[in-house]
């Protein structure tokens, strides 16, 4: 079982809607069985699954101090990634949840304060000795401050080339348990979410053939 976490020092950069996303694209196009696990005290992750209809992914609760057994038993349960969510601040949970992940996805707002502001996790996961992308969420198309962005990111570490843009259905759709890629699956969100996957899945499987070598 591969795992990615989900790390930003940054509120409000949508890592839970990205969890969840990345968690249903993988299951719609055959990389499942997935599972989530929410490490965030606030909860959105977990309550977006008690709402969810859908029987995947699956969902697993786990203490903090628990979660290294938790990832093992879920590898003997043959369920091919764990998707974790964190709390948005650098803190001791977070770097030992970094700790236990084969990947870290950073999602980053195209805004000079959040750019100013991912140093801090860029920080964590690098002493972490962990890989990581970063996720461009919430951003305008084709605008400057995008570009910008982007160019500023990718002196620091891999981005993503699939940029998520800010638009209202990603939102709506979380409210009942979906995705967007549920309610409009031909939709230009849903496509990014499906290209961002693949991203993150071809990293994620790159990093293990090189380690077998």
Known sequence: MKTIVLASQKGGVGKSTLAAHLAVAAERVGDGPCVL??????????????????ETPAFAHSLLKELPEKLEALTKAKFAYAILDTPPSVSDSIQAVVSLADLV?????????????????VELVTDANKPFVFAVTQAKPNTRLTVQAVAALSEHGIVAPAVVADRVDFAASMIDGRTVLEVDAKGRSANEIDELWKFVKARINDRKKTRKK
């Open 37 to 54: 696990i929410d490490t965030d005290p606030q909860a959105s992750l977990s309550e977006w699954w008690n709402c969810r209809v859908a």
């Open 105 to 121: 996805v950073i999602p980053v707002r195209p805004s000079p304060h959040d750019l100013r502001a991912v140093g801090r996790t």
